[in-house]
């Protein structure tokens, strides 16, 4: 096929080509990256913006490499030292580097919509817009190499969507605040998958289920025959909206074992985004078992995961 996206904003509207495509490119540059010289030259003379309106390392770092693996020069954003304590408007900070000539605009901010915005306002300056994570909304670049860590773990000569059907997923934690459950929830059914949610139901509430996942607010049940479990980051200040008692009872109820993990099928894998709280959402014994924990290589994934996509927005050949 041939990538004809401008922007890459969710995965709501992705279609299976798409994703299929974004499987195979990413699997290219994981050989790219095992290579000595780990270089591309498709971006070379053009210019990266990280506009991070928010705390970042791993998707930032991310970025950063993959952007400077295609030979692209990057520059990193800085909300505190910007003219935006004078008053400037983020709309018109992205024009200003619209005006100087830059190629692509990697954007995160903690309100839902803004990369949108942007990417509406810079669209007839030929600029190209991700969205790394824009509020409670979505985060499509995570839902994607989550997709590929996956299907690599299922096939690693030939990781493709069509491994994930009839396969049971489990995400765990914080869903209704998670910008990554929402992406990876739209990614899992487009492939196939059985996408059930896990939670106390004030963090997993009823409302799931119309978006097509299968809601439990009891553990035992939702773990029961899955193939992956993903675990979301637990925030302290979820116990000051009294929306969990403590941690230590949420690690109780929900936290992921050794134990726990008997009820899914075998050779069940584990995922989480990052960061973690150890011994909150998964034990430390759990999180550093290489048999079972997939976390590492996520981080891995991410960068081939960011490069494919930086490749296939800036005009490299599928």
Not at 176 to 199: D, K, P
């Amino acid at each position: 096929m041939v990538w004809q996206r401008r922007h890459i904003l969710g995965l709501r509207d992705f279609t299976p080509p798409e994703y299929e495509l974004v499987l195979r490119t990413t699997h290219t540059f994981q050989g790219v990256l095992a290579r000595q010289n780990r270089k591309v030259p498709t971006l070379q003379g053009k210019t990266v913006v990280n506009l991070f309106f928010e705390s970042s390392t791993r998707t930032r770092s991310s970025f950063e490499m993959a952007a400077k693996g295609l030979s692209a020069d990057v520059l990193n954003f800085s909300p505190s030292t910007s003219s935006l304590t004078k008053g400037e408007t983020i709309l018109d900070t992205a024009r200003t580097y619209c005006a100087m000539g830059v190629a692509i605009l990697i954007v995160r901010h903690r309100e839902p919509g803004v990369p949108h915005l942007i990417a509406r306002d810079v669209d007839a300056w030929g600029v190209r817009v991700f969205n790394a994570g824009d509020g409670q909304h979505e985060h499509p670049t995570q839902g994607l190499l989550d997709l590929y860590t996956l299907c690599h773990s299922l096939d690693p000569d030939q990781p493709r969507p069509q491994l994930l059907r009839g396969k049971k997923v489990v995400i765990v934690g914080d869903v209704l605040h998670s910008r990554v459950a929402r992406s990876n929830l739209w990614a899992l059914q487009h492939c196939g998958a059985e996408v059930h949610l896990a939670g106390p139901p004030t963090l997993v509430p009823k409302l799931f289920r119309e978006l097509g996942a299968t809601v439990h607010h009891q553990l035992a049940p939702a773990l029961e025959g899955a193939h992956f479990v993903m675990a979301l980051r637990i925030q302290q200040e979820r116990i000051d909206q009294q929306l969990i008692p403590t941690l230590r009872e949420y690690h109780q109820l929900y936290g992921l074992n050794h134990e726990r993990l008997k009820a899914c099928a075998p050779g069940v894998k584990l995922l989480h985004p990052g960061p973690t709280n150890r011994d909150v959402e998964i034990t430390s014994e759990l999180m550093d078992d290489p048999q079972l924990s997939l976390i590492d290589r996520q981080v891995t994934t991410g960068l081939a995961s960011r490069m494919a996509l930086l490749y296939l927005l800036g005009g490299g050949k599928p």
